[in-house]
């Protein structure tokens, strides 16, 4: 018995979601990246040399990362959160790759139809248009053999779980790859598990609520103090050979130890170090320096004991004195 073949395939008509996902699927044959792309690599060595952190606190984050997935950076002003989240990218794929990174920035009115998909003004119409994190998620399921990474700065700074939605579930390192209806397309869409979530958040940010639970538990959170006492920022501050700059650094030191005493603030408020970084040895100016204590340290200050004008102006003399003759 002979079977009547249709030689065009299936005619069928399909709608844009099903469109869409057979798309998704075509597009895994298309390279990242065209093959005469110059590779640079990117070492655990050039990780420590630009982020100011132990060796033994970079295995941490990266095993941390690894495990759950999920990370956020969290600590005060100035401690190099964005910068990190970038360079651990870096350093975890082995090289320097943008096109496998992604980052964003929450604030009270980014929602679900931004990050996942939703309805957008077409003309006289309405699309179904899909989110940053979704069209993300599906270039990483794309390319199961490489590592991707979404990073979503102020991430406290957002209505978690109305901007996530039903991928709360689905972020969850128990659940990468588990498939899940989407709320407006009705089609299946997973998380897939080569993608890494990295969030930054400032703990000195006392307007803030706390993180909302069922957010907390899929993320591991990982804390970032100042590194002046880092091996990578001795070598850059000694690179100075500036008596200032010096002098400048030990007081911040110390105005960190009274940060931790203070029960009102504590560690999550001290100074970061990233006020000092970035310059090269011809511009470690004496008034580049008085710029950062004036516009950068003292207001922050004034933040912090608006309440205890004496414990204000005795920094403000100790910080400002540094640079007497």
């Not at 249709?6 to 390279?31: A, H, T, V, W, Y």
């Not at 993300?136 to 779980?161: K, L, V, W, Y």
Request: with cysteine; proline share 3%; glycine share 6%.
């Amino acid at each position: 018995m002979e079977f009547f073949v249709q030689p065009n395939g299936s005619l069928f008509k399909l709608s844009k979601g099903e469109f869409d996902f057979i798309m998704d699927i075509i597009r895994e044959s298309n390279p990242l990246r065209q093959p005469d792309t110059v590779v640079q690599r990117y070492t655990k060595a050039d990780f420590l040399s630009k982020v100011y952190m132990t060796e033994e606190r970079f295995d941490v984050l990266v095993a941390l990362l690894k495990n759950k997935k999920n990370i956020i950076l969290q600590g005060a002003p100035g401690v190099g959160k964005t910068f990190t989240a970038k360079k651990l990218a870096y350093a975890i794929m082995e090289e320097v790759d943008d096109s496998r990174i992604e980052m964003v920035q929450f604030h009270q009115n980014y929602s679900y139809e931004d990050f996942v998909m939703g309805y957008r003004p077409d003309g006289a119409d309405f699309k179904l248009t899909e989110g940053i994190f979704y069209r993300f998620c599906q270039t990483a399921a794309n390319h199961p053999d490489q590592a991707f990474f979404f990073i979503i700065d102020e991430i406290n700074r957002g209505n978690m779980s109305k901007i996530f939605g039903e991928l709360l579930m689905l972020i969850d390192r128990d659940y990468r790859g588990t498939k899940a209806t989407l709320a407006y397309s009705g089609m299946p869409f997973s998380v897939p598990e080569n993608l890494y979530i990295i969030g930054m958040m400032n703990t000195a940010d006392r307007s803030l609520a706390m993180i909302d639970y069922a957010l907390r538990r899929r993320f591991s959170f990982f804390d970032m103090d100042p590194g002046f006492n880092s091996e990578g920022f001795v070598k850059y501050q000694e690179a100075f050979a500036n008596d200032t700059f010096n002098a400048l650094i030990n007081q911040v030191k110390q105005l960190n130890r009274e940060i931790l005493e203070d029960k009102s603030l504590g560690r999550g408020f001290q100074i970061g170090h990233s006020y000092f970084c970035g310059r090269e040895v011809l511009g470690c100016t004496d008034e580049w320096m008085r710029s950062v204590v004036e516009f950068d340290l003292l207001p922050t200050l004034g933040e912090y004991w608006f309440d205890e004008p004496k414990k204000l102006a005795y920094w403000e003399k100790n910080l400002r004195g540094v640079f007497d003759d």
